[in-house]
């Protein structure tokens, strides 16, 4: 067996953050999850729908390894992306990476892996390797997947190999800290104000405030969209609260990042922004909740609460970033 040492294999929530807290804590940077989703700029919204679809998507956060990206950015890391349409370079990289004491994000398709206890094919999902032998990959997921965990190297090639909406090309990445790393915290203000910009300003009506607005009308048809709607709704709820969002659509990890950031920062605009998000995170939980009812009662009276729920959460949340969106250090 081949294996990194000084891992924490500490499992959260999200995939991403949970990943970027082995690598970091691995260089002695050791961030809540909340902290790196919001230096991130992680939070996010979409709602996709066409006729290819089986069921509309609704997303809470920004697009696969944006996150990995963003922090990098905001923290001045040395992020190395390796990408290849060659399974055995794909396989030299991570065996170097591991060879030199490092540990090494994998982005892949979730659904070939082993432990995976959702079989839904998702190309954007990412973990940390930190060891192999003959048989098995040792990989850290996050706390719902089990945290430290095993899967066998051919379904793990399996994994990285696959193709679809979200997948990279074998994508393998490390971080680097350099010795004159800025403190985290001093890299608060432009990681919300930065966050709260694409928010409020969305290119499409697809995104942001405007998705949710969007969504509050979409939602509310839902019924007659599903072909199955006693699974799809159900599912849909599901994914919200507990496809690695944290709870809440990633408004949880949001609230308690801002809550976070309050003991770095004293501003007015700062405490408006995370008391709106604490409302909204509340609120996210109860539309889960709704549209879920709606499934399983078949009656759209739930999903017109759950659309007018939304066209609020629209408004809350366009006024917790235009507030956010003026914070300064």
Known sequence: MTIVQGIDPRGTQHCETTTLGVLLRHQGIDLSEPMLFGLGRGLSFVYWDSKSMGFPFLGGRVKPFEVCRNLADVLGLGLQVRETTSPRRAWANVVEAIGAGRPVGLQLDSYHLEYFTAKVHFGGH?????????????????????????????????????????????????????????????????????????????????????????????????????????????????LMERAGTGGALFRNLYRD????????????????????????????????????????????????????????LARIEREAMESLSRVEA
């Not at 939602?219 to 006693?230: A, I, K, M, N, Y």
């Not at 008391?275 to 609120?283: D, G, K, Q, S």
């Open 126 to 238: 990412v973990v940390a390797m930190y060891g192999y032998d003959d048989e098995v990959a040792r990989l850290v997921d996050t706390e719902q997947q089990g945290g430290a965990v095993s899967t066998s190297l051919a379904s793990l090639a399996e994994a990285r190999a696959a193709r679809g909406p979200m997948a990279a090309k074998h994508r393998s990445f490390t971080v680097t800290a350099p010795p004159d790393l800025p403190a985290a915290h001093t890299r608060i203000v432009p990681a919300i104000t930065a966050c709260a910009h694409a928010f409020l300003n969305p290119p499409i009506a697809n995104l942001g405030h405007r998705g949710i607005d969007k969504a509050g009308k979409a939602v509310r048809t839902w019924l007659r969209r599903s072909d199955d709607p006693g699974r799809d709704l159900p599912q849909a709820a599901l």
């Open 257 to 312: 990042f801002l809550a976070e950031c309050e003991q770095f920062v004293d501003s007015d605009r700062l405490r408006t922004g995370h008391r709106l998000y604490a409302e909204a995170a509340t609120l996210w939980t109860e539309v889960a909740a709704l549209i879920a009812r709606a499934g399983e009662s078949g009656e759209d009276r739930f999903l017109v609460r759950a659309g007018s729920a939304l066209q609020e």
